[in-house]
């Protein structure tokens, strides 16, 4: 019997810079913050994960919470009104998009609804936690590995 390995990453960051942000609608603006950050890849038509953060920070205007039905439903008025497919809409979805963005640190779940984390700024957000927490940790990862290699082939 032949064991296979799964190479899982315990965290995993893409980033990429664009130009700077300068006359974009509000939607295009969070696009490419998500495709900065790697939550969207260039050319991708599901694109869900844009709606899903720009309906959390239209909340987060009014310090309001919103359950992943809430979310789900303003994600559908979005693309509507945008004349964007309705692909990707469905709430097993939006739920996954919302773990995603908890998984770098932008929303929050708190008592089965979901906001931007403390309802705080996205760059305070992503200087505390995502810059000097989870993009520290994987450098030093990747160091130790180097190193290691290092050691190996000397």
Same mark, same amino acid.
């Given at each position: 019997?032949i064991?296979?390995?799964?190479?899982?990453?315990?965290?995993?960051?893409?980033?990429?810079?664009?130009?700077?942000?300068?006359? +974009?609608?509000?939607?295009?603006?969070?696009?490419?913050?998500?495709?900065?950050?790697?939550?969207? #890849?260039?050319?991708?038509?599901?694109?869900?994960?844009?709606?899903?953060?720009?309906?959390?920070?239209?909340?987060? #205007?009014?310090?309001?919470?919103?359950?992943? !039905?809430?979310?789900?439903?303003?994600?559908?008025?979005?693309?509507?009104?945008?004349?964007?497919?309705?692909?990707?809409?469905?709430?097993?979805?939006?739920?996954? #998009?919302?773990?995603?963005?908890?998984?770098?640190?932008?929303? !929050?779940?708190?008592?089965?609804?979901?906001?931007?984390?403390?309802?705080?700024?996205?760059?305070?957000? +992503?200087? !505390?936690?995502?810059?000097? +927490?989870?993009?520290?940790?994987?450098?030093?990862?990747?160091?130790e590995?180097?190193?290691?290699?290092?050691?190996r082939?000397?």
């Open positions: 019997m064991k296979v390995a799964k190479d899982t990453p315990l965290a995993e960051l893409n980033l990429r810079r664009y130009e700077k942000p300068v006359k +974009f609608g509000d939607r295009e603006l969070v696009k490419k913050f998500c495709l900065s950050l790697g939550l969207l #890849q260039p050319g991708d038509s599901r694109d869900v994960v844009v709606d899903v953060l720009h309906s959390l920070l239209k909340a987060k #205007q009014d310090k309001k919470a919103l359950s992943s !039905e809430e979310v789900t439903s303003r994600v559908i008025e979005d693309r509507k009104k945008s004349k964007l497919a309705l692909n990707g809409i469905a709430n097993s979805n939006i739920r996954r #998009q919302l773990k995603r963005l908890r998984e770098l640190f932008i929303a !929050e779940k708190v008592k089965n609804t979901y906001r931007i984390h403390e309802f705080d700024t996205l760059h305070s957000n +992503f200087s !505390e936690k995502t810059e000097k +927490f989870l993009l520290l940790s994987v450098l030093e990862r990747v160091k590995y180097a190193k290691a290699v290092d050691e082939f000397k």
